[in-house]
């Protein structure tokens, strides 16, 4: 398990992460949400041991992993942008992550590189940037770290391939039950398909399950004589009307909602979860309310 | 250290590595005959054979260990190749240790093979001298080239690691550079007189000068600063390669400042954009060498000699070849070098402000000069 506590990390005197607490649970996904510049990236950059934290301590298993070998063994990063260097080939990564990473197979990375249609034998600044995110996708999967943090995961991707992945990691899973992923990506969707749990990063701060803590419901209802036309009450932050079908997004509660529906007697009300990225822009539209 | 690092750096450095070790023991070879050429044709005098090559040469080396780091910098330090680097299971204290040691592993090799193969090959194509100048100066100058080197490049290493910015990394490597090339020049310009002073005493009076003699007569004579032209020539010598070393740097540190504006740095330190390693140096090396062959054309026209002609000549000549040595490095390595017209314009610029600065300089030497008998040729 990944413990976060009391995490604080600044940049030229700009507070990116201040004094952030959460917990990573082994054997899940995990979704790393954000607007740009939340500090997704820099959270990840810290629980790989990249960057030091101003204070607080991010454990892995109860060890410290900034400068701590053994508990960076079990993690493998994958950055928005890696560099391997101006003429690097696959090689070079496989013998970068064979060199470092005990659980790194060869042979399952070029498994990996050809069922993504990647060219082995072509340097990777002569691919395209969703070729090379495919070929570092590859080797994550090959790792066989026990933490795998990836920073933009889909950036890139062609839908086929986005998918391949998606399947891939939930393969992972099953194989090695003990095997977290964390993902950080602006593709809420895609995150949606695959993630136990989500985080939101924001003004610094972390909170878990996001999706459920604020509370946003999304109503289906249906009237015959086309339902209230004030809803105010209900302070709803998305309204859509068609013919008779309503649907509104609020952050009032269940019990609530129906109260306040059953007065005008709906044909059908339905109340749905919102998807991962309807979470996001709601609660940002809420807080810009 | 790391010994997997290490082993990852000498896997991927080789084929770099072994460009530099060439075209280092190219320029070599190179060098006397060019530069011999060069005085024969222009000046009417021959440059070669003499012992202050030696201190012509330690600043081109010193050079090359100090833009070592900032090129593995420029290549491997910024932000992403952090990400990389820093997240594999080291501490960050092995890793830069390893790169250190990569570093000097990289000079040593580049100096002891490309001074091997260079002063092999000038020997064996017969011409009698030795890159570094007299066998004397050799045994005495190698050691401490070396030690200079890595002084260098362990300093300037520290100054791209430790500086908060790449602005604040240039104006470090300014002074990390300047000075060991001035104290180099020092030095090796003692060593040197001490080395040929003591080949005259060995040669003339061996019977009735004790060797205690020898060595002290030898010593007092390198370390004072006497009217003599030897003296003046290692001090001459050794405030040229600081002037040099100084004006480069120097004119990275104004370069940065309006190059840098732009950039963000990250607090690791590392981030210096390649096109500054590169496209700079070349542009403030060319500014250097023109700065340098200015100052010699206008001594020999105004005056019909030059105060320390032929050190003015080694020095064009050793920053010309370093400007043509990292375009060929860039050539080789890339297969096809990208600049851009802006990049070219810069260059045109560079080559002029090295005119102007080669007059200035021409002027400046006039006015601290204390009396025409100094003007000589060798």
């Known amino acids: 398990?990944?413990?976060?506590?009391?995490?604080?990390?600044?940049?030229?005197?700009?507070?990116?992460?201040?004094?952030?607490?959460?917990?990573?649970?082994?054997?899940?996904?995990?979704?790393?949400?954000?607007?740009?510049?939340?500090?997704?990236?820099?959270?990840?950059?810290?629980?790989?041991?990249?960057?030091?934290?101003?204070?607080?301590?991010?454990?892995?298993?109860?060890?410290?992993?900034?400068?701590?070998?053994?508990?960076?063994?079990?993690?493998?990063?994958?950055?928005?942008?890696?560099?391997?260097?101006?003429?690097?080939?696959?090689?070079?990564l496989t013998m970068l992550y064979s060199m470092f990473f005990d659980g790194f197979t060869a042979q399952e990375f070029?498994?990996?590189?050809?069922?993504?249609?990647?060219?082995?034998?072509?340097?990777?600044?002569?691919?395209?940037?969703?070729?090379?995110?495919?070929?570092?996708?590859?080797?994550?999967?090959?790792?066989?770290?026990?933490?795998?943090?990836?920073?933009?995961?889909?950036?890139?991707?062609?839908?086929?391939?986005?998918?391949?992945?998606?399947?891939?990691?939930?393969?992972l899973i099953d194989r090695n039950p003990k095997t977290t992923v964390v993902i950080a990506s602006h593709s809420l969707r895609e995150l949606g398909d695959i993630c136990d749990s989500y985080s939101l990063v924001d003004n610094g701060q972390i909170s878990d399950d996001f999706v459920e803590a604020k509370n946003l419901h999304k109503v289906h209802v249906a009237f015959n004589d086309g339902g209230p036309a004030d809803l105010s009450a209900l302070r709803p932050l998305m309204v859509k009307r068609d013919g008779h079908f309503l649907v509104i997004v609020t952050d009032e509660t269940e019990v609530r909602i129906r109260a306040f529906f059953s007065q005008y007697k709906p044909l059908m009300l339905d109340i749905v979860p919102l998807t991962v990225e309807e979470a996001f822009i709601y609660n940002k539209e809420r807080e810009m309310l | 250290m790391s010994?997997?690092?290490?082993?990852?750096?000498?896997?991927?450095?080789?084929?770099?590595?072994t460009v530099y070790i060439t075209l280092f023991a190219i320029s070599l070879i190179a060098f006397p005959f060019v530069i011999d050429l060069f005085c024969v044709l222009l000046f009417r005098i021959r440059a070669i054979g003499f012992s202050s090559y030696m201190v012509a040469m330690g600043p081109f080396c010193i050079f090359l260990s100090g833009l070592l780091p900032l090129l593995m910098h420029t290549r491997y330090y910024s932000k992403n190749r952090s990400d990389v680097?820093?997240?594999?299971?080291?501490?960050?204290?092995?890793?830069?240790?390893?790169?250190?040691?990569?570093?000097?592993?990289?000079?040593?090799?580049?100096?002891?093979?490309g001074y091997a193969i260079g002063c092999g090959l000038c020997n064996a194509l017969g011409n009698g001298y030795s890159?570094?100048?007299?066998?004397?100066?050799?045994?005495?100058?190698?050691?401490?080239?070396?030690?200079?080197c890595v002084i260098t490049f362990l300093s300037s290493t520290f100054a791209v690691s430790v500086a908060n910015?790449?602005?604040?990394?240039?104006?470090?490597?300014?002074?990390?550079?300047?000075?060991?090339?001035?104290?180099?020049?020092?030095?090796?310009?003692?060593?040197?007189?001490?080395?040929?002073?003591?080949?005259?005493?060995?040669?003339?009076?061996?019977?009735?000068?004790?060797?205690?003699?020898?060595?002290?007569?030898?010593?007092?004579?390198?370390?004072?600063y006497g009217s003599s032209p030897e003296s003046l020539e290692m001090f001459g010598s050794a405030m040229i390669a600081f002037l040099c070393q100084f004006l480069f740097w120097g004119g990275m540190v104004v370069l940065a400042f309006f190059e840098f504006k732009k950039i963000k740095s990250e607090n690791l330190g590392t981030v210096i954009p390649q096109r500054f390693g590169v496209v700079n140096s070349l542009t403030l090396m060319s500014?250097?060498?023109?700065?340098?062959?200015?100052?010699?054309?206008?001594?020999?026209?105004?005056?019909?000699?030059?105060?320390?002609?032929?050190?003015?000549?080694?020095?064009?000549?050793?920053?010309f070849l370093i400007s043509v040595f990292y375009f060929v490095a860039i050539f080789i390595v890339r297969r096809k070098a990208k600049f851009r017209k802006d990049d070219w314009i810069r260059f045109a610029i560079a080559i002029s402000a090295g005119i102007i600065v080669g007059v200035a300089m021409f002027g400046i030497t006039r006015a601290i000069t204390p009396s025409p008998s100094n003007y000589y040729y060798y």
Request: glycine content about 6%.
């Open chain 2, 287 to 319: 500014m250097l060498s023109f700065a340098l062959m200015t100052q010699l054309v206008m001594a020999d026209i105004c005056n019909g000699s030059s105060m320390y002609a032929y050190e003015f000549i080694l020095f064009a000549f050793a920053y």
């Open chain 1, 110 to 171: 070029k498994k990996n590189l050809i069922r993504y249609h990647v060219d082995i034998d072509k340097p990777l600044n002569s691919f395209s940037k969703g070729m090379r995110r495919k070929a570092y996708l590859a080797a994550a999967l090959a790792s066989h770290a026990d933490i795998i943090l990836i920073d933009e995961a889909f950036d890139g991707l062609d839908p086929y391939s986005r998918n391949e992945f998606k399947k891939d990691l939930i393969e």
């Open chain 2, 165 to 224: 910015s790449g602005f604040q990394a240039v104006v470090m490597l300014l002074i990390v550079n300047a000075l060991p090339g001035f104290l180099y020049s020092l030095v090796s310009g003692s060593f040197t007189s001490f080395s040929n002073l003591f080949s005259v005493f060995s040669n003339e009076a061996p019977n009735w000068l004790s060797q205690s003699e020898v060595f002290e007569k030898a010593l007092m004579s390198a370390i004072s």
């Open chain 2, 131 to 148: 890159a570094l100048g007299t066998f004397e100066a050799d045994l005495l100058g190698l050691p401490l080239l070396y030690l200079a």
């Open chain 1, 1 to 92: 398990m990944i413990e976060i506590t009391n995490l604080t990390k600044s940049y030229d005197g700009q507070v990116v992460i201040k004094n952030c607490n959460a917990k990573i649970q082994d054997g899940s996904i995990n979704g790393l949400v954000g607007e740009n510049g939340a500090g997704k990236s820099t959270l990840l950059r810290l629980i790989a041991g990249v960057l030091k934290a101003d204070s607080g301590s991010i454990l892995l298993d109860g060890e410290e992993i900034f400068e701590n070998p053994n508990a960076k063994s079990k993690i493998f990063f994958l950055a928005d942008e890696p560099y391997f260097g101006k003429n690097a080939h696959i090689k070079d």
């Open chain 2, 85 to 113: 680097i820093l997240s594999m299971p080291m501490n960050r204290s092995q890793a830069f240790i390893t790169e250190g040691l990569f570093g000097l592993a990289l000079i040593t090799t580049l100096l002891v093979a």
């Open chain 2, 3 to 17: 010994k997997k690092y290490f082993k990852y750096l000498m896997k991927s450095f080789w084929p770099i590595a």
